[in-house]
């Protein structure tokens, strides 16, 4: 059982930069595959961002792709999102979810792909 749990989120103005974590519990957190998803209001939950276990291999979506950075800390039982160049329209609830794939590189842009999940943190990009 793995426990998430998001923080850092916030109101900036666009242009501005935020730093989500997401803290989880347990002592396999370095077996998991992480990602970040997002909901807009009205909108389907989608894929942010994920990292591989050990961390050494990340993938974005093409809307976040140079602007937002997925980063872990397994000593620390962390998972980071680092956006910059904050635009209006990535306003949403970011969730951090957990998943094991098939191996120690597999990632999973699915939500399917994840069996726990944060509770969610508000993003909010003002113009």
């Known amino acids: 059982q793995v426990q998430l749990v998001e923080s850092g989120g916030g109101l900036v103005q666009a242009g501005g930069s935020l730093r989500l974590s997401c803290a989880a519990s347990?002592?396999?957190?370095?077996?998991?595959?992480m990602g970040w998803f997002r909901q807009a209001p009205g909108k389907e939950r989608e894929f942010v961002a994920a990292i591989i276990p050990n961390g050494s291999f990340t993938y974005y979506a093409d809307s976040v792709k140079g602007r937002f950075t997925i980063s872990r800390d397994n000593a620390k039982n962390t998972v980071y999102l680092q956006m910059n160049s904050l635009k209006p329209e990535d306003t949403a609830v970011y969730y951090c979810?957990?998943?094991?794939?098939?191996?120690?590189?597999?990632?999973?842009?699915?939500?399917?792909?994840?069996?726990?999940w944060g509770q969610g943190t508000q993003v909010t990009v003002s113009s």
């Open positions: 347990g002592r396999t957190f370095s077996t998991y595959a």
């Open positions: 979810a957990a998943g094991r794939g098939s191996s120690s590189y597999s990632y999973s842009v699915a939500e399917s792909g994840y069996s726990y």
